[in-house]
């Protein structure tokens, strides 16, 4: 078993930050590429942000320049660092994983999501 667990959502002003992490545990052997993707109310998932576990990045247009990821490979977190956040950040973060177990087996793991909430 491993669970992904977000957290540091909130309601934010905009022009503000917030900072949302992901805890992986359980029968993990490697986490590959881990990244965040959000969901707005009646708007499908996309893709925030990604991180391989070699560092390569890649951002979503909209969050360039203002969304950071990073990760600690040893404590199996991936970070989402948000600055000037705009009401169209409103959405429900999700972590997602692709993990391998101790046992090889690989899984592509989604978090329950923490809500962002950006007023205006």
């Known amino acids: 078993q491993v669970q992904l667990v977000e957290s540091g959502g909130g309601l934010v002003q905009a022009g503000g930050s917030l900072r949302l992490s992901c805890a992986s545990s359980?029968?993990?052997?490697?986490?590959?590429?881990m990244g965040w993707y959000r969901q707005a109310p009646g708007n499908q998932r996309e893709l925030a942000a990604t991180?391989?576990?070699?560092?390569?990045?890649n951002y979503a247009d909209s969050v360039k320049g203002r969304f950071t990821i990073s990760r600690d490979n040893a404590k199996n977190t991936v970070y989402l660092q948000m600055n000037s956040l705009k009401p169209e950040d409103t959405a429900v973060y999700y972590c997602?994983?692709?993990?391998?177990?101790?046992?090889?087996?690989?899984?592509?793991?989604w978090g329950k999501g923490t809500l962002v909430t950006v007023s205006s």
């Open positions: 359980g029968n993990i052997f490697r986490i590959n590429a």
């Open positions: 997602n994983a692709d993990v391998l177990s101790r046992n090889y087996y690989a899984m592509n793991l």
């Open positions: 991180i391989t576990s070699g560092g390569t990045i």
